[in-house]
């Protein structure tokens, strides 16, 4: 079985990980004898190193290749074609309210003053 080059950040995050499994009472992957365990003085670390010499680690490491380039214009061209939908939508709030803004000051003189005088009525009836 071929084994997988590490770089030295990947050995310490893997040892790192596995050492604190251990110092949390993990069961161990290898069999040590008690007087190894004594030789290295029950130091999670050094019994995270035996394992990881052995090559029994169940711990991998995931490396994301980069985008292609075509990929990552798909992407882009998306998220432009997001935000245009963003804009529109936004701009068309805008002219509802501005439709709205242009209704009330269209509305008869007969209906404004009725809105008026019923805005009167409930301010006179809550003052009591």
Known sequence: MEQEQFTRYEISRILGARALQIAMNAPLLVKISKEELEK???????????????????????RPFPEKRDE?????????????????????????????????LAMPEDEQEETAGEADTTSSEESY
């Not at 290295?40 to 995931?62: K, M, Q, T, W």
């Open 72 to 104: 990552k214009l798909k992407r882009e061209k998306i998220k432009d074609s997001d935000k245009e939908v963003e804009e529109a939508e936004n701009s068309e709030e805008k002219d509802i309210v501005k439709e709205g803004e242009m209704m009330e």
């Open 40 to 62: 290295v003085r029950y130091d999670p670390l050094s019994i995270a190193e035996i394992e990881f010499e052995s090559g029994i680690l169940p711990i991998s490491v995931h």
